[in-house]
C-alpha cells in the first residue's frame, strides 16, 4: 500500500483524461481514499454525500462540487479520509479537475488539517484483491474481499469482512469451465462448416441457473441481421444452454449474486476439430 501524495492524484487525473474517450461508454466511479494504520486504500462509500443532504447549501460552497470534469468523478471531488482511534476523520478533498486543490476549509474553515466526521452514520465499502464482476456503473464492482466498518456520528462500532466468489463446495459448474462446456456440448456434426460468430446475452439467478436474454450475429465486430441459414445455428445454441447444469453458486458480501454476462460463441474450423466427438 502507499502513502497517498498530491502527485499521486495529479498522476491519476492525467491517466483518467488520456483514457476518457474508451470510459465514456460506461462510468465506473473513481473511488474516495481510506487511510488505516498508513496504508491507503480505495473506499467505495461517499461520506461526504451525507454532510451535503444536512445542508445542500454546502454544494455552491465551491463550484468543484458541481463540477464534471470526467464521466468517473460525477461528485466532482475526492474526499481523502482516515481511521484514527476508532474515529474517522475527513483529511483533505480535491476538486475535479484540478485534484491539488484543498477544499476542506471551503466547508469547514481555515487552518484545519482534519475534520471529524461526526454527522456521518452508515457503511464504509473497502475493496481488496482482484475484481471479480465489474458492474461499469457507479461502485456497483466487486472485488476478491470487502471490508465494512459500521459508523454512528463518525465513531466505528465495528468491523465485518467477506470473501466474495464461487463457493468452491457448491454442486455445478465453475464459471470458468462454463464456455468449454458450450462448446463440449454443440452437436458439430448437424452445423454447416461455415464459420459463424455469435453474442449471448446470459442472465445467472442466484442459484446459478442460466438462461438466455437475447443472442446475436456478429460480423467483423458488428451485429449483423440473422438469416435463414443462421436459424439452424441459433437453435443449436438455445438448446445447448437449456441442457447446461446450474453454475456454482456466487456470493457477493454474503448474498448470492444474480449476474448478467456476455459469452461469445465461435462456430469455426477450431473449435469445431477442438470439440467435435
Given at each position: 500500500m502507499r502513502t497517498l501524495t498530491k502527485?499521486?492524484?495529479?498522476?491519476?487525473?492525467?491517466?483518467?483524461?488520456?483514457?476518457?474517450?474508451?470510459?465514456?461508454?460506461?462510468?465506473?466511479?473513481?473511488?474516495?481514499?481510506?487511510?488505516?494504520?498508513g496504508d491507503t486504500l480505495d473506499m467505495y462509500s461517499l461520506p461526504l454525500e451525507e454532510y451535503f443532504?444536512?445542508?445542500?447549501?454546502?454544494?455552491?460552497a465551491s463550484d468543484f462540487f458541481n463540477r464534471t470534469c470526467h464521466t468517473g468523478l460525477l461528485r466532482g471531488y475526492i474526499g481523502i479520509w482516515?481511521?484514527?482511534?476508532?474515529?474517522?476523520?475527513?483529511?483533505?478533498?480535491?476538486?475535479?479537475?484540478?485534484?491539488?486543490?484543498?477544499?476542506?476549509?471551503?466547508?469547514?474553515?481555515?487552518?484545519?488539517k482534519s475534520v471529524p466526521a461526526e454527522w456521518f452514520t452508515g457503511t464504509l465499502n473497502i475493496p481488496n484483491g482482484e475484481v471479480i464482476y465489474n458492474g461499469q456503473v457507479g461502485f456497483n464492482t466487486y472485488h476478491k474481499k470487502h471490508f465494512f466498518f459500521e459508523v454512528s456520528h463518525g465513531t466505528i462500532l465495528g468491523k465485518r469482512e467477506y470473501i466474495n466468489g464461487e463457493l468452491k463446495n457448491s454442486p455445478g459448474i465453475s464459471r470458468k469451465e462454463l464456455k468449454a462446456k458450450v462448446y463440449e456440448k454443440i452437436n458439430w456434426q448437424q452445423l454447416p462448416k461455415r464459420k459463424k460468430k455469435f453474442e449471448v446475452d446470459i442472465r445467472i439467478n442466484e442459484l446459478g441457473e442460466i438462461s438466455i436474454a437475447e443472442i446475436r450475429k456478429i460480423r467483423k465486430g458488428?451485429?449483423?441481421?440473422?438469416?435463414?441459414?443462421?436459424?439452424?445455428?441459433?437453435e443449436e445454441i438455445e438448446r445447448v444452454f437449456k441442457a447446461l447444469p446450474a453454475l456454482k453458486q456466487f456470493m457477493i458480501n454474503g448474498v448470492p449474486?444474480?449476474?448478467?454476462?456476455?459469452?461469445?460463441?465461435?462456430?469455426?474450423k477450431k473449435n469445431r476439430k477442438n470439440?467435435?466427438?
Amino acid at each position: 500500500m502507499r502513502t497517498l501524495t498530491k502527485t499521486y492524484y495529479v498522476q491519476l487525473f492525467l491517466i483518467s483524461l488520456l483514457f476518457a474517450p474508451f470510459m465514456a461508454y460506461s462510468t465506473p466511479q473513481f473511488a474516495e481514499k481510506l487511510i488505516i494504520k498508513g496504508d491507503t486504500l480505495d473506499m467505495y462509500s461517499l461520506p461526504l454525500e451525507e454532510y451535503f443532504q444536512q445542508d445542500e447549501s454546502k454544494r455552491t460552497a465551491s463550484d468543484f462540487f458541481n463540477r464534471t470534469c470526467h464521466t468517473g468523478l460525477l461528485r466532482g471531488y475526492i474526499g481523502i479520509w482516515e481511521i484514527k482511534g476508532e474515529k474517522l476523520y475527513l483529511n483533505s478533498i480535491q476538486g475535479c479537475g484540478h485534484l491539488e486543490e484543498q477544499l476542506l476549509h471551503v466547508l469547514f474553515g481555515n487552518n484545519l488539517k482534519s475534520v471529524p466526521a461526526e454527522w456521518f452514520t452508515g457503511t464504509l465499502n473497502i475493496p481488496n484483491g482482484e475484481v471479480i464482476y465489474n458492474g461499469q456503473v457507479g461502485f456497483n464492482t466487486y472485488h476478491k474481499k470487502h471490508f465494512f466498518f459500521e459508523v454512528s456520528h463518525g465513531t466505528i462500532l465495528g468491523k465485518r469482512e467477506y470473501i466474495n466468489g464461487e463457493l468452491k463446495n457448491s454442486p455445478g459448474i465453475s464459471r470458468k469451465e462454463l464456455k468449454a462446456k458450450v462448446y463440449e456440448k454443440i452437436n458439430w456434426q448437424q452445423l454447416p462448416k461455415r464459420k459463424k460468430k455469435f453474442e449471448v446475452d446470459i442472465r445467472i439467478n442466484e442459484l446459478g441457473e442460466i438462461s438466455i436474454a437475447e443472442i446475436r450475429k456478429i460480423r467483423k465486430g458488428r451485429q449483423v441481421e440473422m438469416k435463414r441459414k443462421d436459424i439452424g445455428a441459433r437453435e443449436e445454441i438455445e438448446r445447448v444452454f437449456k441442457a447446461l447444469p446450474a453454475l456454482k453458486q456466487f456470493m457477493i458480501n454474503g448474498v448470492p449474486y444474480e449476474s448478467y454476462s456476455t459469452l461469445i460463441i465461435f462456430l469455426d474450423k477450431k473449435n469445431r476439430k477442438n470439440y467435435k466427438t
